[in-house]
């Protein structure tokens, strides 16, 4: 059973920088993703990445701003957040895919994802 871990979320001013940071125990070749859940807001899609790092998808309102990768000798995925906006504030949470994915375009269901973290906030003032 993976096991994931977020770390690095925090309070930064509109336009700031910040980079999460998600921890994998047990098996480490998955297709991993972020997501995020604002207060009142159901959780979305933000970014996903393939096991290999062959390939990156990005929702459409960080594409540009936020960058995933990962480093398989650490077992660690990373979300690098720049020119951060309030409306970026959320619950940010890494995710385990189920299965490897066919493509990219079918990376950003969050039902096919099974393993979540506990989430980190990030807060993003005006």
């Known amino acids: 059973q993976v096991q994931l871990a977020e770390s690095g979320g925090g309070l930064v001013q509109a336009g700031g920088s910040l980079r999460l940071s998600c921890a994998v125990s047990g098996f480490s070749s998955y297709d991993m993703g972020w997501f995020r859940q604002a207060s009142g807001k159901e959780r979305e899609f933000v970014a996903a990445?393939?096991?290999?790092?062959?390939?990156?998808r990005y929702a459409d309102s960080v594409k540009g701003r936020f960058t995933i990768s990962r480093d398989g000798t650490k077992n660690t995925v990373y979300l690098q957040m720049n020119s951060l906006k309030p409306e970026d504030t959320a619950v940010y949470y890494c995710?385990?895919?189920?299965?490897?994915?066919?493509?990219?375009?079918?990376?950003?269901?969050?039902?096919?994802?099974?393993?979540w973290g506990q989430g980190t906030q990030v807060t993003v003032s005006s």
């Open positions: 995710a385990a895919a189920r299965a490897r994915f066919t493509s990219p375009v079918a990376a950003s269901d969050e039902r096919d994802f099974g393993s």
């Open positions: 990445i393939n096991w290999s790092g062959g390939w990156t």
